[in-house]
């Protein structure tokens, strides 16, 4: 509805609105400022000017002293434009281009000081400090963010991003180029449509894509998709729009290649054959408690894909079904806590309408993780084998230093710690590579080879268990235990070298039996778990 001339006067100078005096609301006029229409022409820049103006105004006017001399004239004195009134004009002529580019036509319903002019600027303040501040980082597609969840990591990215126009660069890749040239009703003393809910979502929903500085928007996207997929399979879906810089061609090739509904609707069977056919025994070491994730990834996963594809979501009562449906086991405490839920059902707070309830509820009867907590020593050994035998093959000391040559800069690099071990390791290194004086000149035999390989296994075992034992001394902190524990490591290594000797024939004969083969894992597993 068009101003009368009745609301004009009042907008700029009633005490409740803009509360400018009516000389200066005369003198606006001469400054282009005649009409609420005319707001959204002026800026930030053009605002400062007229407060300028009105301060330092040209020409003079009669002189209006009593005693004045006929024809007396003086300077025009300044005019009052008070600070209220400049911050009230200035989010008058901000709201006015908020409406202009949102397609909506200023009014005297919405465009009153209080509330819809106070509420508009907090929201405009927030969009303006996003605007100032360092963008997120550009989420790029990797083995752990495939294609399909990347375009919705990368929505929420634009949504993020405020660009040229103080407009989040969502609106670039909405769905529709063209928005209904009638906006919806506003919200009650509100400057948005209930439907969007806020100044921000309107924005993205109606800004047009034909104003001057979308273009900028538009290149700025591209930049950020160049980036996501730079150095992956997915870059050349978007080189043909890297001439124009056009980032909605690019966002819109991409997505309709890898991501149409057919990929969405693969996923989104995938996931509901999850919650429908997997099954839970308790059999294996797979816990509840990760069993439990799945089904509560996969819902999020239908989740989003239900935003792509027309699709049914799950009820929180059938997604308990399905939990319970698919827990198969003899367990009577876990049992127990099932038929707890099932017949919990009191509206609005019962377990068998609340999944996470549900799931607080079978967790701490999980007969998997109850027998992790029952067995501590099994954990302790399974520990010690896979962190040992990491030391071991790849030649790490306890301190963490690499057991090989090092070049200088590398050297200096290392700590004290770091470098006493390696001097120790390369003194008894180099101690096993002295040949017998009687074997000089003679080619080194396989036998010593394999006794220098054997010596450099058993320092490596020697350090990797000696470390791990340091690590873990508050399990066993008797120093007699530790003396039964070193004495009783060393007996195994040295039986390890003993084998792996050469013998004679003669001693080969002369020994009845072989003495039983040590492996790695059987120092490992004994030195972890025998204690008798």
């Known amino acids: 509805m068009v101003f009368t001339v009745a609301q004009t006067t009042a907008?700029?100078?009633?005490?409740?609105?803009?509360?400018?005096?009516?000389?200066?609301?005369?003198?606006?006029?001469?400054?282009?400022?005649?009409?609420?229409?005319?707001?959204?022409?002026?800026?930030?820049?053009?605002?400062?000017?007229?407060?300028?103006?009105?301060?330092?105004?040209?020409?003079?006017?009669?002189?209006?002293n009593p005693g004045a001399a006929p024809g007396a004239t003086i300077a025009t004195p300044s005019f009052i434009f008070g600070a209220k009134s400049q911050l009230r004009l200035k989010a008058a002529i901000t709201i006015a281009r908020y409406y202009e580019t949102v397609g909506r036509v200023p009014s005297a319903g919405n465009m009153r000081w209080n509330p819809v002019i106070k509420t508009f600027i907090e929201h405009?303040?927030?969009?303006?400090?996003?605007?100032?501040?360092?963008?997120?980082?550009?989420?790029?597609?990797?083995?752990?963010l495939h294609i399909m969840k990347w375009t919705e990591a990368f929505s929420?990215?634009?949504?993020?991003?405020?660009?040229?126009?103080?407009?989040?660069?969502?609106y670039v890749i909405r769905d529709e180029v063209t928005v209904p040239a009638a906006a919806p009703a506003l919200m009650a003393n509100q400057p948005y449509a209930e439907v969007f809910g806020s100044v921000e979502e309107e924005l993205m929903?109606?800004?047009?894509?034909?104003?001057?500085?979308?273009?900028?928007?538009?290149?700025?996207?591209?930049?950020?998709?160049?980036?996501?997929?730079?150095?992956?399979?997915?870059?050349?879906s978007i080189q043909p729009f890297s001439r124009r810089k056009d980032g909605r061609g690019a966002w819109t090739a991409i997505t309709k290649q890898y991501a149409g509904k057919d990929k969405w609707a693969s996923e989104l069977k995938l996931q509901d054959d999850l919650l429908h056919t997997r099954k839970w025994k308790g059999q294996t070491n797979f816990s509840l408690d990760k069993f439990i994730s799945q089904h509560r990834n996969a819902f999020v996963s239908m989740q989003q894909c239900a935003e792509h594809v027309e699709f049914q979501l799950p009820n929180a009562y059938s997604r308990v079904g399905y939990l319970l449906d698919a827990i198969e086991t003899s367990d009577a405490s876990l049992q127990a806590a099932m038929a707890l839920v099932r017949n919990d059902e009191t509206p609005v707070t019962g377990k068998r309408s609340?999944?996470?309830?549900?799931?607080?509820?079978?967790?701490?009867?999980?007969?998997?993780?109850?027998?992790?907590?029952?067995?501590?020593?099994?954990?302790?050994?399974?520990?010690?084998?896979?962190?040992?035998?990491?030391?071991?093959?790849?030649?790490?000391?306890?301190?963490?230093?690499?057991?090989?040559?090092?070049?200088?800069?590398?050297?200096?690099?290392?700590?004290?710690?770091?470098?006493?071990?390696?001097?120790?390791?390369?003194?008894?290194?180099s101690t096993t590579k002295k040949t017998n004086p009687d074997d000089k000149g003679k080619r080194t035999?396989?036998?010593?080879?394999?006794?220098?390989?054997?010596?450099?296994?058993?320092?490596?075992?020697?350090?990797?268990?000696?470390?791990?034992?340091?690590?873990?001394?508050?399990?066993?902190?008797?120093?007699?235990?530790?003396?039964?524990?070193?004495?009783?490591?060393?007996?195994?290594?040295?039986?390890?070298?003993?084998?792996?000797?050469?013998?004679?024939?003669?001693?080969?004969?002369?020994?009845?039996?072989?003495?039983p083969a040590v492996t790695l894992q059987s120092i490992l597993k004994r030195a972890a778990n025998g204690r008798n």
């Open 354 to 429: 609340d999944f996470e309830a549900t799931a607080a509820c079978l967790l701490p009867h999980d007969p998997v993780a109850k027998k992790r907590n029952t067995n501590p020593q099994r954990n302790r050994g399974a520990e010690v084998s896979a962190i040992d035998s990491s030391k071991i093959k790849s030649g790490i000391g306890a301190t963490g230093v690499p057991l090989r040559y090092h070049k200088r800069e590398e050297y200096n690099k290392l700590s004290p710690a770091q470098k006493k071990e390696l001097h120790e390791w390369r003194e008894s290194d």
């Open 156 to 170: 929420d990215f634009a949504r993020r991003v405020v660009g040229t126009r103080t407009i989040p660069l969502s």
């Open 205 to 236: 929903a109606r800004a047009s894509h034909t104003h001057a500085l979308y273009r900028e928007d538009n290149a700025a996207l591209y930049f950020f998709l160049e980036e996501a997929t730079r150095s992956t399979m997915y870059a050349s």
């Open 124 to 144: 405009w303040k927030a969009l303006k400090a996003r605007k100032e501040t360092a963008n997120p980082e550009v989420p790029k597609i990797s083995k752990t």
């Open 445 to 515: 035999s396989s036998s010593g080879s394999d006794s220098h390989t054997t010596k450099k296994m058993k320092r490596l075992i020697s350090s990797a268990v000696a470390d791990e034992l340091k690590l873990r001394k508050e399990a066993k902190s008797d120093t007699d235990q530790k003396v039964e524990d070193g004495a009783y490591l060393l007996s195994l290594v040295q039986a390890h070298a003993s084998s792996t000797t050469a013998t004679t024939p003669t001693a080969a004969a002369a020994t009845p039996k072989s003495p």
């Open 11 to 64: 907008f700029f100078t009633d005490a409740d609105q803009l509360a400018i005096t009516a000389e200066t609301r005369i003198q606006l006029a001469t400054e282009g400022l005649a009409n609420v229409e005319d707001l959204a022409e002026f800026d930030d820049e053009s605002l400062k000017q007229i407060t300028d103006n009105l301060r330092r105004p040209g020409g003079r006017i009669p002189d209006p």
